[in-house]
């Protein structure tokens, strides 16, 4: 399990790497205003990823192992097309901020995402984590060598980041390719699996699917509503640098969802709920010192590093992630004990927190961003992540009955750690030796 946690948080860093030089080349090629209408195309595709993944989303990691691959992928493939058209026309009708003309390539795109997502759950589902990982990173590659080509070689400029949409489709494109390749095996296989009882799967997907995606239906507004309130009350810009701000802030979250992974898939596949807690309260520990290092960092650099990164419509984005770093820090904890709770199969736990969270989001963001403007967009946000960290450490505390001193993270068990890692790096680099 070591190894697949680092092989992940190494993937992921290099796609975070990748998508800072993406936000970069944005920034500075589109300044603050294509900055926040890329956050908003990028935001409604993610919009509408969460209903096409009712039926092909999380679930399938879970339910992987215990239905066909057949039946999963048809019901997944047909609902993904289905909403990628009800959502398209709904946004085109309701949400007229976001240009007509980029809605359609929307819709396109949250399609093919889907597609490209249903294979890396698949992959997930049955442990394949290295495979899943290059399937992940080849996403950012191919975007940022779009973009690259597209403004710097071509030297295109443009009002509607043209040249970030292209980059979507051949990144959602090829990954979607690259996970095919990947399961060439199971599908291969679906011409010869005749059983066309679907009740079961289906049953299972929506079941499943819809607890876990209600919260992240609910999520989603936790975490983007500010994006769309800055649009309405105060304009595309202060959107570019709100948008910078949180995406950046949030890459601490890369050290959690990096264990997380390997925790959900390996808790799928467990029975025993005492193991899985254990697993769980030590994973948060370690995840929790490491993030609080790596947050401390980003909150020490000042207003002039933005700027001279990103341009000058972005020096405002220090002081907005001092704001936002306690809450990036509690939301790691939460990120954790989420998929923990969707390891067992416990969604609702998440969607219970995520309603707490969105409480706090609609009072704070419908009080505070007309007033503060981005501060207090930053301080929505924070609030927000805090109250779900908080709810769902409160419920594990209690079923898991660990007493106060299990929650202090122990000098042995970061020895342990550093050993683990020294241990990796080792062995990688034996095998990198005799592979050359």
Known sequence: MFKKITNTFGTKMLAAALNFLIAIIISRTLGDTGSGTQSLVQATITFILIFSEIVGGASIIYLAPRHSFKKMLV?????????????????????????????????????????????????????????????????????????????????????????????????????????????????????????????????????????????????????????????????????????????????????????????????????????????????????????????????????????????????????????LAPGILFYCVFLILGHYYSGIGRYQMNTFAALCGLVSTFVCGFTLVPKYNVTGAAITSAVSYTVNAVFLFVFFVKESRFKGKDFILKKDEIQNYIAGLKQQFLKQTVENEQTE
């Open 75 to 323: 019901a997944s493939v047909l609902w993904a097309g289905l909403i990628a058209v009800v959502m398209g026309l709904g946004i085109w009708l309701f949400y007229p901020k976001l240009e007509s003309e980029l809605v359609y390539h929307v819709a396109i795109l949250s399609f093919i995402s889907s597609l490209s997502n249903i294979n890396f759950r698949f992959l997930v589902g049955r442990e394949e984590i290295k495979k899943a990982n290059y399937n992940t990173l080849l996403q950012p590659v191919i975007l940022t060598l779009v973009l690259v080509i597209y403004y710097f070689v071509l030297k295109k400029s443009d009002e509607h980041v043209w040249g970030y949409i292209i980059g979507l489709y051949a990144a959602y494109g090829g990954t979607f390719l690259l996970g095919v390749w990947m399961l060439r095996k199971e599908y291969a296989q679906i011409p010869h699996d005749k059983n066309r009882n679907y009740g079961p799967v289906l049953k299972d997907l929506f079941k499943y699917g819809f607890l876990n995606q209600t919260g992240h239906f609910v999520q989603f507004f936790n975490l983007r509503l500010s994006y769309f309130l800055l649009d309405s009350y105060i304009g595309r810009g202060e959107v570019g640098v709100f948008s910078r701000s949180v995406s950046l802030a949030e890459s601490i979250w890369i050290i959690s969802n990096s264990i997380a992974l390997v925790q959900y898939a390996r808790i799928a596949n467990a029975d025993d709920r005492a193991y899985s807690q254990k697993l769980t309260l030590d994973l948060s520990k370690i995840c929790l010192l490491v993030s609080a290092v790596a947050i401390a960092v980003l909150c020490l650099l000042p207003a002039e590093f933005y700027i001279f990164v990103f341009g000058k419509d972005f020096g405002e984005m220090a002081h907005l992630i001092r704001i």
